[in-house]
């Protein structure tokens, strides 16, 4: 069971270069995210899926996109890579479970994907 | 919009001491979550706090969830190196938002 797997785990781009980052989960949840972290600021959501088909926008959803065409794959792109984009992504992966009046989530993360823009 | 904000950014314990984080929300949560990620790992799940007042224990860590569900607190006791790592919470408003966490150092 490989859980969240993230591709690929380093890369170098130059400044207006694109690409995909993807992430694939093999426990059939709902929900897919994206994240991206830097020193100090956390855990910064970029974008994120309900399910399979649809998309939304997270707090920093500027200069990405996404898709989700299957449920197991969410896809980061990077149009024109900027070097403010300089970071390491997560993708993580949750399904919901609602009992007994309670809301009950658990993420799973990939191993992340470190990016430098230069 | 909904965020949680999680104090203090950064914690240095000597080790064999407690220490407290905190985590506060704008808004009501419906769960508070707490991860923990290592220096170069990704972060993995802790605990899930649901009903009010909730209070949880995992060995020498201890996780609370405020009365009015809009705070939490994660205190460790006997502080180890082990602990060393970054501590976030995160609510869930149909999303899963973040805290900055609270990044632990352990002086031996």
């Known amino acids: 069971n490989a859980g969240v797997t993230q591709t690929p785990k380093f890369r170098v781009l130059k400044t207006g270069q694109s690409m995909t980052l993807l992430c694939a989960q093999d426990m059939n949840h709902e929900y897919m995210y994206w994240y991206r972290q830097d020193p100090g600021m956390g855990l910064r959501l970029i974008h994120y899926s309900v399910g399979e088909g649809t998309t939304a926008k997270g707090e920093v959803p500027d200069g990405y996109n996404v898709s989700r065409l299957k449920k197991q794959n969410f896809l980061l792109g990077l149009e024109s890579a900027a070097p403010s984009q300089t970071s390491v992504y997560f993708c993580?992966?949750?399904?919901?479970?609602?009992?007994?009046?309670?809301?009950?989530?658990?993420?799973?993360f990939g191993q992340g994907t470190r990016l430098t823009v230069v | 919009g909904q965020q949680v904000m999680q104090i203090p950014q950064y914690q240095h314990v000597q080790e064999g001491e407690d220490f407290t984080t905190y985590c506060n929300s704008s808004t009501t949560l419906s769960n508070i979550q707490w991860y923990k990620q290592r220096p170069g790992g990704h972060p993995v799940f802790l605990i899930q706090l649901v009903k009010s007042g909730e209070v949880k224990k995992q060995k020498r860590l201890t996780f609370q969830f405020g009365e009015a569900k809009k705070n939490s607190s994660l205190h460790i006791t006997a502080t180890q190196t082990t602990d060393v790592g970054t501590y976030f919470c995160?609510?869930?408003?149909?999303?899963?938002?973040f805290g900055a966490g609270t990044q632990v150092v352990v002086t031996p």
């Open positions: 993580a992966s949750t399904t919901i479970t609602t009992g007994q009046g309670a809301v009950r989530t658990e993420a799973f």
């Open positions: 995160a609510g869930f408003w149909g999303k899963l938002q």
